[in-house]
């Protein structure tokens, strides 16, 4: 270890200039903290700390392997690889050590070499994800190889003390340049190749478990990297975005949203990360059972997420636990309830009485219809609960025929965005849709409120203009009145909104989906 410290503590300044002289820095951005281009290649120290304390040690079995996971983040720092590229290459330098024996259970069975191969791949990535921050990577890593190296020297697992103190020494002699603020970064290649030995150690670690629960250990010290990358993919597939996609949601950014200057943020990780680190220990040398440890680690990543407070998570606890699941299966059901019966109804009282069956599970409190001449009104009792504060919808039908819906605020009324689209299957099938611009009305002398008019109302109307197709069009498309293909339609609202004082107008867009009719 302290060969390794001294190399890597000697090496860092030169590796800085290098780095400046072949100009790998990296420059700022919206997305960074630093104001000037800081060295981003630390890697190359750490390497050849790590490189030489183990030549030292005469275990130089899995440098090929190690070798491989630098060559990938370097060549990423230069070139900047493709995510496949890079994948392709940790997945090499997994092979690699797979075949020096580092496997997962030791390699009995034929599903440890490819699941060692995911884990090495995942901890290459989860340690590149947390080096967002200045010395958050190496004090995350310090934590977990001093958690290793005192269960091995515990243990009396000189194996895994060979492993995990060379890796130790040299994080701690980049510590010294990489701590906020930092001089250098390490680089993809310092996160590709700590990531990659972590991953290893931990085999190595679980290797000498003799229970499932004390296998885990490994698990617990690698804590911080493997959370936020899980809470990344989670995030990412919730919000429908790319898995690779980058964006301000990890841990560190989370908690310099809550108003933590960096060098705080760099110290709570290295506080979870010890806290981490023990939990790990007690669990790798019980002898009683590690339930109590792993409740223990439960609560604190249960407390954890509720400190972090993702919009993500409490949007899937309201729609889980909250009755908003239920509420949208039961709006979904209720409009192809109506639409089944708009396609049965022989009537426009039929129609109507579709509308009233169904208004109280689409969250209507009122619902008005003129068609024809003739005037239809229902009042429902989904509002009974509300304060008299509702949104409406109006949805023209034939020329100055419309219906009015009246929804209150808070209402489980998931469903009747789509109810205009039912209204328009039924009544106009043969008609085209178009979207009409939306555009302000000339502003009153006395503005948008009348004088002493104190009420909140908000109206939305929803305008669909259409246009009839002629016959020479439909025998060039071949296709009856009824059959026209549903095409995607864009739905202007127009949001204007009453106080007292403060008067504004807002226009929204929104986009709805058809699929034709088969």
Not at 328 to 351: G, K, Y
Not at 376 to 404: H, I, K, Q, Y
């Amino acid at each position: 270890m302290a060969l390794a410290f001294l190399v890597t503590l000697l090496l860092t300044p030169v590796c800085r200039l290098a780095c400046r002289r072949f100009g790998w820095v990296d420059q700022p951005g919206i997305r960074k903290l630093h104001q000037r281009p800081i060295p981003r290649a630390g890697g190359i120290a750490i390497f050849l700390g790590y490189a030489v304390a183990i030549c030292g040690c005469h275990e130089w079995t899995i440098l090929p392997a190690v070798f491989a996971a630098f060559a990938t983040g370097m060549l990423d720092d230069i070139v900047n690889l493709k995510p496949r590229t890079k994948i392709a290459g940790q997945v090499l330098a997994s092979l690699l050590a797979c075949a020096t024996g580092v496997v997962i259970g030791g390699g009995g069975v034929w599903w440890h070499v490819p699941l060692t191969i995911v884990w090495l791949v995942g901890c290459a990535n989860a340690v590149n994800l947390i080096d967002g921050l200045d010395g958050v990577a190496a004090g995350i890593g310090i934590c977990a190889c001093g958690a290793a190296l005192v269960s091995a020297l515990l243990g009396g697992n000189s194996a895994l003390a060979l492993a995990a103190a060379p890796l130790l020494g040299a994080l701690l002699g980049f510590l010294i340049y990489n701590f906020s603020p930092a001089s250098i970064f390490m680089g993809d290649c310092g996160s590709n190749t700590v990531g990659f030995l972590l991953g290893c150690i931990t085999i190595l670690w679980s290797q000498t478990g003799a229970s499932p629960a004390r296998m885990t250990a490994p698990v617990i010290a690698l804590a911080i990297p493997i959370l936020d990358t899980a809470l990344a993919i989670v995030r990412r597939f919730l919000r429908n975005e790319s898995i690779f996609a980058a964006d301000r949601g990890h841990i560190h950014h989370r908690l310099l949203a809550r108003g933590f200057t960096p060098r705080r943020v760099a110290w709570i990780l290295y506080a979870g990360g010890g806290f981490f680190a023990c939990l790990a220990i007690l669990l790798a040398r019980s002898t009683y059972g590690g339930a109590p440890v792993l409740a223990a680690f439960g609560i604190a990543i249960w407390l954890a997420l509720r400190y972090l407070r993702y919009d993500e998570f409490d949007s899937v606890g309201r729609v889980l636990f909250k009755g908003v699941l239920r509420g949208l299966v039961s709006a979904e059901v209720a409009v192809r309830e109506v639409e089944t019966a708009f396609r049965q109804a022989r009537s426009i009282e039929e129609c109507w009485m579709a509308v009233e069956s169904h208004g109280s599970r689409l969250g209507l409190t009122r619902a008005t219809m003129r068609v024809y001449g003739r005037m239809f009104a229902a009042e429902f009792g989904g509002g009974a609960e509300t304060t008299g504060e509702c949104w409406s919808l109006r949805v023209p039908l034939n020329g100055d025929d419309a219906m009015d819906l009246e929804i209150p605020f808070g209402a489980g009324s998931i469903g009747v965005a789509a109810l205009p689209i039912v209204c328009e299957r039924r009544w106009f099938p043969s008609w085209k849709p178009s979207v009409r611009k939306w555009r302000s009305p000339p502003r009153q002398a006395g503005g948008l409120c009348g004088p002493g008019d104190s009420s909140r109302t908000v109206t939305i109307i929803f305008t669909i203009e259409a246009q009839r197709h002629g016959e020479k069009q439909r025998q060039r498309q071949n296709q009856s009145p009824r059959r026209l293909p549903r095409t995607r339609r864009g739905l202007f609202f127009h949001l204007q909104s009453k106080f007292a004082k403060n008067c504004w107008r807002k226009r929204i867009f929104s986009t709805v989906s058809r699929e034709p009719r088969q």
